[in-house]
């Protein structure tokens, strides 16, 4: 069983940071993909940014130059640096992890964490 356990989320004002963290515990393969997708309100679920176990990152257009995706293999750990954040960021923030069984990928998601952008 693997868990996903988030920290970070809160109330910011705009222009201001956060950082997410998520650490995953259980059975996780080597070969993953951890990442970062969020839901307002009213709106699917989006992604935010990912992060392969090799370290090549991708990410949202929305995002490009405020926010980064990073991650430490040696504790299963992914982070989400955000900065400049605008209100229109304001959702709920998932983690997942993508773990390769050798045939295909396992999803696991973390219980989600609330980002609330607002003066």
């Keep these: 069983q693997v868990q996903l ?7 910011v004002q705009p222009g201001g940071s956060l950082r997410l963290s998520c650490a995953a515990s259980g059975r996780i393969f080597s070969i993953n993909v951890m990442g970062w997708y969020r839901q307002a309100p ?9 992060i392969t176990s090799g370290g090549s990152t991708n990410s949202a257009d929305s995002v490009k130059g405020r926010f980064t995706i990073s991650r430490d293999n040696a504790k299963n750990t992914v982070y989400l640096q955000m900065n400049s954040l605008k209100p229109e960021d304001t959702a709920v923030y998932y983690c997942k992890v993508a773990s390769f069984n050798g045939l295909g990928y396992d999803d696991y998601w ?3 964490t609330q980002v609330t952008v607002s003066s």
């Design 42 to 50: 009213g709106k699917e679920r989006e992604l935010v940014a990912t």
């Design 110 to 112: 973390g219980q989600g």
């Design 5 to 11: 356990v988030e920290s970070g989320g809160g109330l």
